[in-house]
């Protein structure tokens, strides 16, 4: 399934492509920082992505947006694992790391319903795609064949359709504009395989990145 | 006719079992594809049996005129008037087999004695207990690493109990043993 709605969205945005031979072509590199907010092991994210507009009209844009996040801290953990031979220790303690990974690749809704100033505005946006969320989990070395973790954390692999929404901060800044942007997503499906220790990233991100308008506009000139 | 018809369509959802599964299966990834070893009361037992993994039945509630159900676990007192001691026999089934705990316990043994044994090691040496599975006995270690039980006269019996264990018979062996059952009067016999 995840498959076929790829697929249809390959063909959507290559029709809305179209537009863009005929529009302003511009382009909106951003770094920025996501924190997920629904798991206690804090995992955090450096994210460094590209928002195109295919929908290009003074008050609505459309944007394709890829989005790679890479991990910041490794959340560390120290758990308990337990032996029922009574020639050993009954406890042994047990470090691990976890390391969270996304990719993202989807569609962004924007609309600009506010602007003051000279070239300040603020825009509200929505996004739907598909990502990619993986928590990595390593265990330090211990004693397996004897010992059993006791409520272990387990690696964490979605794949689906996440949603979500924020806002964005506009101005003007040479040719181009900059923008800072906070926005949330929540996965919109269940994993396939129940994970025990984690749950689906909720990640929260604040963005920057300065907007590029790459083709001049096409002026009437009379020869 | 169509009165008939709606008629037999509500005896067929009647007869047939609605069920609920009681069972929550959470894979380990160090010891696939066993259960991960906690104290939820998934109502899961998993281990490997002669390297070959070795899981539970789901626990399930059927709801209708044709219920049966399947529960993975069972809890029984054994009382012989001729012998010094009393049996408690836990027993875990799979689809084709099941694996048996037996325990020497004391005369009188009470539902709520089952608390002493939390967070308890105990060396099954054949002397004081076995663990059998397919006919034949063999020695080992279990960890209760939780048991509360309670009984109560509106409510029954209710409880959880959790641990690891490991044996070695003359034809098989079970290692990476883990358990992790919500008890109810079905499962405890006493």
């Given at each position: ?18 537009h ?109 795609a ?8 390593v ?29 964005q ?16 997503a ?14 689906l ?12 308008n ?10 | ?18 069920s ?6 959470y ?84 539902v ?79």
């Amino acid at each position: 399934m995840y498959k076929q709605l790829f697929l249809a969205y390959l063909c959507l945005i290559s029709v809305l492509n179209s537009h863009v031979l005929c529009a302003q072509v511009a382009i909106e590199p951003y770094i920025g920082y996501s924190i997920d907010l629904n798991n206690k092991d804090k995992l955090s994210l450096f994210n460094a992505g590209l928002q195109v507009p295919v929908i290009n009209k003074p008050f609505y844009q459309m944007l394709v947006m890829a989005e790679g996040g890479f991990p910041l801290d490794s959340g560390t953990g120290e758990s308990t694992a337990y032996t029922p031979n009574p020639l050993l220790p009954l406890t042994a303690k047990v470090e691990s790391r976890t390391k969270l990974n996304a990719r993202t690749f989807g569609l962004l809704h924007r609309w600009k319903p506010v602007e003051w100033g000279s070239g300040n505005s603020l825009s509200v946006f929505i996004k739907l795609a598909f990502t990619n969320q993986h928590i990595k989990v390593v265990y330090k070395e211990f004693n397996e064949v004897n010992y059993t973790i006791f409520n272990p954390r387990s690696t964490l692999n979605y794949s689906g359709l996440i949603g979500g929404g924020g806002i964005q901060f506009n101005r003007v800044l040479g040719a181009g504009t900059f923008f800072a942007q906070l926005n949330a997503a929540y996965p919109l499906l269940e994993p396939r395989e129940k994970n025990y220790h984690f749950k689906l990233i909720v990640p929260l991100s604040i963005n920057t990145g300065y907007a590029i308008n790459l083709t001049k506009k096409k002026t009437n000139e009379k020869q | 006719m169509r009165s008939n018809k709606i008629i037999l369509l509500l005896l067929v959802a009647g007869v047939v079992s609605c069920s609920k599964n009681e069972t929550v299966f959470y894979k380990d990834d160090r010891s696939e594809p066993l259960a991960v070893f906690s104290d939820d009361g998934n109502n899961v037992m998993s281990c490997y049996l002669n390297g070959k993994p070795f899981v539970t039945v789901e626990r399930k509630l059927y709801y209708g005129l044709l219920s049966t159900g399947s529960q993975e676990l069972s809890i029984k007192l054994l009382a012989f008037q001729s012998m010094d001691s009393d049996t408690l026999r836990i027993s875990w089934y799979s689809r084709y087999s099941s694996i048996d705990m037996v325990l020497a316990i004391k005369k009188e043994f009470r539902v709520g004695d089952l608390n002493d044994f939390s967070g308890e090691r105990i060396s099954l040496d054949g002397t004081n207990g076995y663990f059998k599975y397919d006919g034949q006995k063999g020695t080992g270690h279990v960890y209760f690493h939780t048991i509360m039980v309670d009984r109560n006269d509106d409510i029954g019996i209710r409880g959880r109990i959790s641990g690891l264990f490991e044996a070695t018979g003359a034809s098989f062996q079970i290692t990476k043993g883990r358990f992790d059952h919500s008890l109810n009067d079905r499962i405890l016999t006493f």
